[in-house]
């Protein structure tokens, strides 16, 4: 009986085995699709909008520049509009702004145009108030735990959502040495300071608070831990969830990949796709350095 057991055993195993081929997907190229990435703020810095066309589904290469486009921002609030302008032919359409001016003000409505090969693209966005950075403090960290085997410093900040009947919706941006933590792990948003409605007017929650300095990330001394919240709405909050949840998206209990929303439209035709994100925020600030 149990020769008989074995001999299927390994009769099992020879069949799988000799079934395996190697299968080649082969996908038809597509029209270029053109991808947007609007994220404008009312910082006193240059403003930037990167148009690029995104590159076929196995590729590995980077999305190549769309350059020759035209676009604009219009306060349709206040009826002014700006121009931004590729200067250097790479797909960043750039707007200067004057030492003391901005080109966002809290409670404008505002519209992107992108004009392209006779498409024109369109979204619309409002600037809501943000929150403040009251503070931000370094502790030294020995390392050695779990998932951390270096030491360094970590960062948290201080800030209180505001009060008031209306929800905010922060994107907590951290940069060390002017450098941004954009991992999809790394994308750290809430709901009125907590993961949830129902906390108006509060301290940000410490997973928040904390998370400006990432999992597996340290800051060494003299390192400057720069620490944004930007407003945004709860369309672009369910974006960005969206964006960590496929881009962290793997391992045993992993889901089916989906395209992510957009909310910008092509209102030539529907023949010519596009993807991206239009967001208008204001932004409170603070910086620190490690020691």
Known sequence: MKTIKLFFVLLAAFVLTSCEDVVQVKLDKGEPILTVDAFINNMRSVQKIRLTYADDYFSQAQNYPVTGASVSIKDLTAGVSYTFTDSNGDGNYLYNLAPNDTLGKIG???????????????????????????????????????????????FAFLGFDVPGDTTDYYWIKSFRNGVFFNKGADINICIDGTYGTGAD???????????????????????????????????????????????????????SPENIKTNITNTTTDKVKVVGWFSMSAVGFKEGVAQ
């Open 201 to 255: 007017g509060f301290p940000f929650i410490p997973p928040i608070a904390e998370g400006i300095t990432p999992f597996g990330e340290l800051f060494q001394k003299f390192d400057v831990c720069r620490v944004e919240i930007h407003s945004i709405d709860i369309e672009t909050y369910n974006f960005l969830a969206q964006v960590q949840a496929q881009t962290t998206n793997s391992g045993l209990f992993a889901t």
């Open 108 to 154: 404008h409505n505002y519209q992107l145009t992108v004009i392209h090969q006779n498409n024109i693209f369109t979204a619309t966005s409002r600037m809501k108030r943000s929150s403040k950075v009251d503070s931000l403090v370094s502790k030294f960290d020995e390392g050695g735990g779990f998932g951390n085997t270096k030491s360094g410093y970590k």
